[in-house]
């Protein structure tokens, strides 16, 4: 059994609630509209000096010869004369019992395509080309013209000369006419339906469509590196909300570009692919995109839309209506098994927004079949589409799927974070365990080097001079003095070892100072005059303790060389810096010796002295990365040890030497 936490339940009850208070808020909606009169001119005001004109003369111009007819507005020019362009006069004469000492209003729903009002033989307004058909389009929004007191008498007449393009709703509705005061309330509210209410359904559906084709341009990829697999549904809904803008901007624009027929087929595909984009984010939200409906449906949908720009050719280049009309039915087919199969499955899934969309589908519908029976049945020539507004729910519902769908992503990008910093944490705890190993392994390894070290110097140098006084002893042929000497060597060999515990690295001065130290007794019992001129110097960095202990070692074995072998009365021990390098130089005043070639495939010269001790300088100045000089003569032997610098300490030199430089 699955537990969920109380803030996840909570947040799902919450969305619940505000998906169902949505319903609500569109259900009463809807229901407002319908019941709203937003159709004109009915709801005009009860005055006896307002006026409803419904009664024409009809002259067509295309006729030869011309007739003359009486016909009831609204006058539908594709209802009467299909697939047809022409021209057209309406006259409409009207009595006013007692003339106006006011203005009256001229109150015109809808006339088109291109249109000239006169009044009472005066031109009042002029819309357009009226001899040209196929242009600019002025029957769209509705039309409010002042009449004067001194334009206006008992008997008046009102003449339209109309010209009207075949398939672009060209006709006349019923005109009101009365005071200003009274008829422009009707002329601004049908504004606000028609021009302001398609603004802000644009507006909305821009902003909706920008939405979610931010999200989808910002959304990871899912499959693979191409653009188009990114989350198809914020693709599906921001095609859809492009398409309606386009569809929708055809009740604002007079002068569209490109010219006609060209703006009717993009307006009527768009409108088309507006509901395929619809159905495909249907699809995408109930996560059927890999079924074979969904490949159906595209297939569908890509010849429903070539058969829509056939058909809408057809009609609007040729004047073939039946074409267009039959494309209508099947269209309209296919949307309502679409919409059935929708509804069949959301009525089982227990996804809210599945049920929510199914709602708005069917308000859609209904506001559709509302607008079909009021354009092609009924006599509402200049009524405002209900479906223009109820499609605002689909925007809506896309907004309201797309915010929850970001925070679902939100969320599991937090999931995921926070998997990911429990992981990082539980493998910094390894790593803190095994960099504790390893520190552990590593001071075992220092302690175990330590001691293997102590061992080799006590083997090679305690160790061997105790071995050669044994030998001494047992030979018997050696002096006492000279054993004496063996073992004073093994215990120096043995302060030196136990020193090299605690030297500093690098620090050669103190090094020198130690040495100093322990070999005081040598120097008083050699009388061997020592000259100490070992300047204090910083510590060497390159020189670790390993290094720092062959120094020592190989600074013993050169004073030890001297000690055993000189036979010299005074000694030279020099420390100071030159230039890049610091100079350690012992000379002594001894007999000298012959320098052996101390490098490593030479052989060793015989009889000379002190050859295997100078190879062991020689060796261990190599390991340290220092350079050895030995020149010895008689009355004068000099070693010297040199060793780098580093450049900070350089630089530091520098400054001291030249204060004023910066």
Same mark, same amino acid.
């Given at each position: ?10 947040? #799902? ?6 998906l ?8 009463v ?28 003369h ?11 007819t ?8 594709d209802r ?6 022409g021209?057209?006069?309406? =006259?409409?004469?009207?009595r ?13 729903? #809808?006339?088109?395509?291109? &249109? ?13 080309n009226?001899h040209?058909p196929g ?14 007191p ?17 398939? #672009? =709703? ?16 009707l002329?601004?509210r049908?504004?606000?339906?028609? =021009? ?11 902003f ?15 499959t693979?590196?191409?653009?188009w ?10 095609l ?5 803008v386009?569809g ?14 060209w ?7 768009? #409108?088309?692919?507006?509901?395929s ?17 969904m ?14 720009v ?13 074409t267009l ?15 059935? &199969? ?6 089982r ?5 599945h ?9 859609n ?5 509302h ?9 509402a020539?200049?009524?405002v589409s &209900? ?17 929850r ?15 990911l910093?429990?992981?990082?944490a ?45 030998r ?11 054993i ?7 215990m ?17 001065s ?37 290094a ?7 600074? &013993?074995?050169a004073?030890?060389?001297?000690? =055993? ?13 030159e230039g ?13 010796f ?12 015989p ?20 350079t050895?000089n030995?020149h ?22 520098a400054?001291e030497?030249?204060?004023m430089?910066?």
């Amino acid at each position: 059994m699955k537990v969920q936490a109380p803030e996840q339940v909570g947040a #799902r009850a919450g969305w619940r609630s505000g998906l169902q208070g949505l319903g609500v808020l569109l259900l009463v909606l809807v229901a407002w509209l319908f019941m709203a009169d937003v159709r004109s001119p009915s709801g005009t005001p009860e005055n006896a000096q307002v006026q409803v004109l419904t009664q024409a003369h009809l002259t067509l111009l295309a006729d030869a010869p011309q007739t003359r007819t009486s016909v009831s507005l609204p006058y539908v020019w594709d209802r009467e004369h299909p697939g047809e362009s022409g021209w057209a006069v309406f =006259q409409i004469p009207f009595r006013i019992e007692e003339v106006p000492y006011g203005t009256y209003g001229l109150y015109i729903p #809808r006339v088109g395509n291109a &249109y000239q009002v006169v009044f009472n033989n005066k031109l009042l307004v002029s819309k357009g080309n009226v001899h040209n058909p196929g242009n600019e389009d002025f029957g769209k929004l509705p039309q409010y013209i002042l009449l004067t007191p001194d334009a206006i008498a008992q008997d008046n007449l009102l003449t339209f000369k109309v010209r009207a393009d075949a398939s #672009r =709703q060209a006709g006349l509705s019923s005109l009101v006419v009365g005071p200003d005061v009274l008829v422009a309330g009707l002329y601004e509210r049908d504004m606000l339906w028609r =021009q302001t209410g398609t603004l802000v359904v644009i507006t909305f559906s821009l902003f909706v469509g920008a939405l979610a084709a931010a999200l989808w341009w910002t959304s990871p990829v899912q499959t693979g590196p191409f653009w188009w697999e990114r989350r198809s549904l914020y693709l599906y809904a921001a095609l859809a909300q492009l398409c309606w803008v386009i569809g929708q901007s055809d009740y604002l624009v007079e002068h569209p570009w490109p010219s006609w027929p060209w703006w009717g087929l993009i307006t009527n595909l768009a #409108r088309t692919l507006w509901g395929s984009f619809l159905g495909l984010f249907c699809i995408a939200l109930a996560d059927w995109g890999r079924t074979l409906l969904m490949r159906r449906y595209v297939w569908c949908t890509l010849l429903v839309a070539v058969w829509c720009v056939v058909a809408s050719w057809r009609f609007y280049a040729h004047g073939a209506p039946l074409t267009l009309q039959v494309w209508y039915v099947a269209y309209a087919l296919c949307c309502t098994v679409f919409v059935m &199969y929708f509804a069949w499955r959301a009525r089982r899934a227990p996804v809210l927004f599945h049920r929510l969309m199914l709602w708005v589908i069917g308000l859609n519908l209904l506001a559709a079949l509302h607008d079909v029976l009021s354009y092609r049945m009924g006599d509402a020539y200049s009524a405002v589409s &209900y479906l223009r507004y109820t499609s605002t729910l689909f925007g809506l519902v896309i907004s309201v799927v797309v915010i929850r769908q970001f925070q679902l992503a939100q969320q599991q990008a937090r999931d995921i974070n926070f998997t990911l910093a429990a992981r990082v944490a539980e493998k910094e705890q390894a790593l803190a365990l095994s960099y504790q190993k390893l520190e552990r392994l590593a001071r075992e390894q220092a302690r175990t080097a330590e001691r293997s070290r102590i061992l080799r110097d006590m083997h090679d140098g305690v160790g061997a001079h105790l071995s050669a006084a044994i030998r001494q002893v047992q030979s018997g042929r050696v002096s006492q003095e000279d054993i004496l000497s063996s073992l004073r060597e093994s215990m120096e060999q043995l302060k030196l070892s136990i020193d090299a515990i605690n030297l500093s690295p690098g620090d050669v001065s103190t090094l020198l100072a130690n040495l100093r130290y322990r070999l005081a007794p040598r120097f008083a019992a050699s009388d061997l005059q020592l000259h100490w001129d070992v300047a204090l110097m910083e510590p060497l960095p390159y020189l670790d303790s390993a290094a720092t202990r062959h120094l020592q070692f190989m600074v &013993y074995e050169a004073l030890s060389n001297v000690f =055993q072998h000189a036979r010299a009365s005074s000694l030279h021990i020099t420390l100071r810096a030159e230039g890049e390098e610091v100079l350690l130089r012992m000379e002594d005043n001894g007999v000298g010796f012959v320098v052996p070639d101390l490098s490593a495939s030479a052989p060793p010269l015989p009889g000379a002295r002190a050859g295997k001790g100078l190879r062991s300088l020689a060796m261990r100045a190599g390991m340290i990365g220092a350079t050895l000089n030995i020149h010895s003569q008689a009355g004068c032997t000099r070693q010297e040890i040199r060793l780098r610098r580093p450049a900070t300490e350089r630089r530091h030199k520098a400054r001291e030497a030249s204060p004023m430089q910066p």
